[in-house]
């Protein structure tokens, strides 16, 4: 691992990944969610952006404001933690610094459409000669190899050609996306797990490499067992609305003020449930006393559900989760301020404060809990350009009059 550029100005210097330095030349969300998760984990995160056209996200809403800024709150919580310089790749210089700078990194990080950092001269086969302990973590649409390699896509392009899509929404109704960016989030995820894998073994060996992250791919293992069904049985999964394929009584049901999950399907939660409400005879009951009965479409439709909405329809939400307690699977179904409110969230530290406009900012935490991880202060995402002096200082050998001149050429 190579020395860290400007770590004390993260917040994140101590962590795990401390001693790291990851460049995240990556827009939007998918990568640079990847790096940020990186960056919570204690690496050097150096976010790369042309300065002439930086990450678009930065206009993307919500919106914080006061009388000196306004900057947007969405580009912060997938850029916290992260120093920003600008580099013009597409110039000489820029290329050269950008291989400087390889030079002294551990991860690069990009987002482009396959074949785009070949065109620049700036490819892994390039880099590696350069540092060839480089992990290159690349996400895109469909991967480097493959038929549809080249194509563009988004974050619905992985939901539409990976299957969820189609199997999202109701039975009588047009498939629905799922509610939020699910191939962006996931391919992060899978980008960050295969970056981690990479650095083992360049930290073993000496030896880096490409991991290749695809949406598509990713958005495809989220399908439970739509694969195995349709390679099994023939059976190609449909939009179910809250149901599961087989698993009953386990959705969403309504009560007195808004809806709940229940899951009690097992014998064992199923009779407890009986218990709970009162009517322990029914668990006894000879047309839904087992699981196997219970998962039948038509005893569900036609037993399950009548009993079950007449013992949730007299409660609300909270009286529902407390009776419950940790004796049966039911949550109430939240809505997202009734998460950010919610006790063990805080608890988790889920919810944290982040710097911006001259802020204070709630936003999601790190659901990775380590047992020998310290808190630590969570740093406002970098304006274009932020760290330039400091990072090229450090990691290229550039002076002050270095970097002026190269910012009044536009290589910066």
Same mark, same amino acid.
Request: hydrophobic content about 40%; glycine content about 4%; aromatic content about 12%.
């Given at each position: 691992m190579t020395e860290q550029a400007a770590g004390s100005e993260t917040g994140n210097g101590s962590g795990p990944l401390s001693g790291v330095t990851v460049l995240d030349i990556t827009r939007v969300v998918a990568g640079p969610f990847c790096s940020m998760l990186l960056a919570e984990l204690g690496a050097t995160v150096i976010k790369v952006e042309h300065p &002439? *056209?930086?990450?678009?996200?930065?206009? %993307?809403?919500?919106?914080?404001? =006061? &009388? *000196?800024?306004?900057?947007?709150?969405? %580009?912060?919580?997938?850029?916290? =933690?992260?120093?920003?310089?600008?580099?013009?790749?597409?110039?000489?210089?820029?290329?050269?610094?950008?291989?400087?700078?390889?030079r002294r990194a551990d991860v690069l990080v990009e987002n482009f459409r396959p074949g785009t950092m070949d065109k620049l001269g700036l490819g892994y086969d390039v880099l590696r000669h350069e540092n060839p302990r480089l992990v290159y973590t690349c996400i895109s649409g469909f991967g480097r190899t493959g038929p549809n390699a080249s194509r563009p896509a988004y974050d619905n392009t992985g939901q539409a050609a990976g299957g969820l899509w189609s199997m999202n929404g109701y039975a009588d109704r047009p498939p629905v996306r799922v509610g939020t960016i699910i191939g962006d989030l996931a391919a992060s995820l899978y980008a960050a797990i295969g970056t981690l894998a990479a650095l083992r073994k360049a930290e073993r060996d000496g030896e880096g490499q490409v991991v290749d992250i695809s949406q598509q791919d990713s958005v495809l293992t989220l399908t439970e067992n739509a694969v195995v069904r349709y390679t099994t049985k023939g059976e190609v999964a449909s939009p179910l609305g809250n149901d599961h394929p087989f698993v009953r009584p386990y959705g969403s049901f309504p009560c007195k003020d808004g809806y709940v999950f229940f899951g009690g399907y097992t014998d064992k939660f199923w009779k407890i449930t009986c218990e709970m409400f009162g009517e322990p005879e029914i668990a006894s009951d000879p047309e839904i006393d087992t699981m196997e009965k219970r998962f039948d479409p038509q005893v569900a439709e036609r037993r399950v559900k009548p009993i079950l909405a007449r013992w949730f329809g007299k409660y609300t939400k909270a009286e529902l989760e407390e009776m419950a307690g940790d004796r049966v699977p039911l949550s109430a179904i939240k809505t997202i301020a009734e998460v950010v409110e919610d006790p063990h969230i805080a608890a988790r530290e889920m919810i944290v404060n982040v710097p911006v406009a001259g802020k204070l900012v709630r936003m999601f935490g790190l659901p990775i809990k380590l047992s020998q991880a310290a808190s630590h202060v969570h740093v406002k995402a970098p304006d274009p350009g932020e760290h330039n002096a400091d990072v090229y200082a450090r990691l290229a050998g550039l002076t002050a009059e270095d970097v002026a001149g190269l910012a009044k050429r536009g290589v910066i």
């Open positions: &002439d *056209d930086p990450d678009y996200a930065r206009a %993307f809403p919500p919106m914080v404001s =006061n &009388d *000196d800024e306004e900057f947007s709150a969405f %580009f912060a919580q997938f850029n916290r =933690n992260k120093l920003g310089i600008t580099l013009n790749m597409k110039t000489d210089e820029g290329k050269a610094l950008l291989r400087k700078l390889v």
